[in-house]
């Protein structure tokens, strides 16, 4: 990863350096760079932090003004992960938070609207954000629907190439746009603009009348079964994210698996490229990946009502 801008200093006699990274106009100190999170890698929490310091401007716009989750892997991704909501109260005060509803109380978040807030995580060895589909100010209403691409335990990821581009194709259909991400895991997301105007239950509503829809043409290769158990092989339309304070991972981030994979948007084109792969970017190649044009900077991307798409998908389903 690029080094960017900051110092280290060891103290006498003490092997363990202390490093600071100056981002924007804050300086972030970095206990411990060296501390190994991924060992069979040898990936340490500074070059985490040098990742998210170099995505974090295409990072930010699908970040700003939403809550997070952080998966925080204080002893490496081989010790106990914190999957945590609230944000401690030793976080600075000048990183954003966004109090929001649970059931029996509510939870402050943290929002990530500028880069130092998002390298602070990284320091904070939070590897992997995970972002709701809706903003802070309207939490109830989405602007984002993900269909997660799930393929079999045994499954081959042109299956999950296969099934993308049925998804384009209906959302095609729709009038609908479409950016594709691999998740750095095994699968591969398929995002839809919304305008937020629609809550969770119709958003969800349509969400499963689309997935629905793809299953019930493709029956022998595709389902909406939740029960591993019962999809026989068939690729899991997954939908289930698409609800009130669900999360998932953001793009440009790192997973907590052997290789620090990335979360990485690709172009629609990509589906035809059979090397792509769920956890082809990682943290160590991804230089040569920010060197390249943002597959995402010239596709259109403007909200769409949730309820004029589903009316439309009754139409091309012939239910109408």
Known sequence: MSSGTGTSRNAPGDDRRETTLRVGRRTLDLPRPDKVLFPGDGITKEDLARHYQAVASRALPHLRGRPLMMERHPDGIDGRPLMQKNAPDYFPDWITRSTQAKEGGEVVHV???????????????????????????????????IVDLDPAPDGDFAEVRWAARQVCTLCDDLGLPVRLMTTGSRGLHVLLPLDAKADYDTVREFAKA????????????LTTEPRKDARKGRLYLDVQRNAYAQTAVAPYSVRARPGAPVATPVSRDALDDPDLRPDGWTIRTFDSYLEAEDPWSGDTWRGHSASAAHRRLRKVAGEE
């Open 111 to 145: 929002v990530c609207d500028d880069a130092a807030t998002l390298v602070y995580l990284a320091v904070q060895a939070s590897i992997t954000q995970h972002r709701w589909l809706s903003r802070a100010d309207h939490p109830d209403h989405p602007d984002v629907l």
């Open 210 to 221: 689309l997935a629905d829809t793809l299953a019930a043409r493709h029956p022998d290769r």
